[in-house]
């Protein structure tokens, strides 16, 4: 460029600069993008080998939250009749099973843990006591689910919620919570242990996420979801499964004390009135 005194000046071009500025942040911004999605990613880890293939299941069971997985550890798998088969590790900012991912979690540790029953193996339940992050919901199930045949498949999803949560133009007395109600998929024409849940009230989290896949997927599944008042986990609140679950399994009328105990060990009492 010339200018008005004859002398010749450089020009370069702002707009290539700042083009390749944007190009060199989008790349930082798309790899700092993987590295987050590779961490938050969810894995299923079986504990023997396996074909690649999907496992022959007839019915799985899923437990979520903490009445849920209690009821599942009292009344169900303190029997010899359940051996772990795999496990599902993952990370977010409130589960750090990933920072060992091909460890299996220790006893106590917040997991999800599928178990087979010996007798009959085509039975699985997946119990899930840590917190999956909404983002990694949709992952989850397609991950658990995509790792069993789905042909004649039932699908059985026990989970918790607050009875604060419930809206209803009826008055709840102090007797009748907890208490149990059902959705379903188009698919499920058999037998309920529950009535159904009620206008307006939804179901949202993990649980909700496996009953929409399943009803994409056109796989006969319930949701049984328990209304309590207690924030922890306690016998009144577990037992409520104990319908939802009697005509897919044979429960042992008295729990295991031991478990039971160690589960309501925090409080028995605590409400969320008073929080």
Known sequence: MATFFGEVLSV?????????????ENEEDEQIRREIEQKRSVDVHWLSQTDGGSVSCSDLIIAVGPNATGFISAYVLSSSDWTAVAWVSLWNERSHGSGRPDT???PGEPSCVLYQQKHSPSVLICQCSCYVAEDQQFQWTEKVLGCVQTRDLTVTVLSDCSVA?????????ESSVPFLRSLRTSKHTGPVASPALEQPNISTGLAAAVLSHCQVQRIAAVLYQCYSDVLQPDSLSMQTYRAALSAVLKLDPSPSTDVLQKITRVSELQSNLYT
């Open 104 to 106: 299996a979690p220790g």
């Open 12 to 24: 370069y071009s702002r707009a290539v600069e700042e083009d390749d500025d944007m190009t060199n």
């Open 165 to 173: 949560e419930y809206k209803t133009s009826d008055y709840l007395s």
